[in-house]
């Protein structure tokens, strides 16, 4: 069954740029259709998808983020990467890496998250 | 942008049957997935292209998808199934994944 854990800063400041990395265990993070993608949620509030990433390093990014976002993946080490620049406070959501099925369209494995805190 | 609705809460006895919506137009069409969160822990998938179920999910969760409107239902109520849920589908219109706004349940 593979895993999934978030690890980045807890508190970043306005302006500044937010790293995550996901570790992936228990599988391969170069097999075949799976699409290793990062999810947010901001306090109380529903999910979002940010974009996702391929093993061979394609993206595609939600348009609303588009802008700030850049992702990137790591094979040997197992780890795919968000940045998030020019961060505000509206930043401030629980981060989740998610692994989209290879057969279909559902996210079928998730990272427990990190909850993210943007303030000066 | 493709918009998924839910009513943000549905409460249900124990032992009794919890559905949950979700509109979207047209959503028949698509494969709808549904997503259950309990505070503090991460999205867990129970239902997976409208009606499948991933390995470890009680046939009490099962699903439906026509028209405009999903849903899932949750017979036999437990304490347990007291939680967020979120249905999900990606919108090949604009390759984005799209999740439902969100609904608590609430076992009474």
């Known amino acids: 069954q593979v895993q999934l854990q978030e690890s980045g800063p807890g508190l970043v400041k306005p302006s500044q740029t937010l790293s995550l990395t996901c570790t992936v265990s228990?599988?391969?993070?170069?097999?075949?259709?799976?699409?290793w993608s990062w999810i947010r949620q901001h306090p109380g509030k529903g999910l979002e998808w940010i974009g996702y990433?391929?093993?061979?390093?394609?993206?595609y990014y939600n348009p609303s983020l588009k802008s700030r976002v850049t992702m990137s993946v790591d094979t040997s080490k197992k780890e795919f990467s968000l940045k998030l620049g020019f961060l505000t406070v509206a930043d401030t959501a629980v981060y989740y890496c998610?692994?989209?099925?290879?057969?279909?369209?559902?996210?079928?494995?998730w990272g427990q998250g990190t909850l993210v805190t943007v303030s000066s | 942008s493709y918009v998924l609705t839910q009513p943000p809460s549905v409460s249900v006895a124990p032992g009794q049957t919890a559905r949950i919506a979700c509109g979207g137009n047209?959503?028949?069409?698509?494969?709808v997935h549904w997503y259950q969160q309990k505070p503090g822990q991460a999205p867990v998938l129970v239902v997976y292209d409208d009606t499948d179920r991933p390995s470890g999910i009680p046939e009490r969760f099962s699903g439906s998808n026509s028209g405009n409107t999903a849903t899932l239902t949750i017979s036999r109520v437990e304490a347990g199934d007291e939680a967020d849920y979120y249905c999900?589908?990606?919108?090949?219109?604009?390759?984005?994944?799209?999740f439902g706004t969100g609904t608590k349940v609430t076992v009474l």
């Open positions: 999900q589908v990606w919108d090949s219109g604009s390759g984005h994944y799209v």
């Open positions: 228990g599988g391969s993070i170069s097999s075949a259709g799976y699409y």
């Open positions: 047209n959503i028949g069409s698509k494969s």
């Open positions: 998610a692994r989209r099925d290879s057969s279909g369209s559902y996210f079928d494995s």
């Open positions: 990433i391929y093993h061979t390093g394609n993206t």
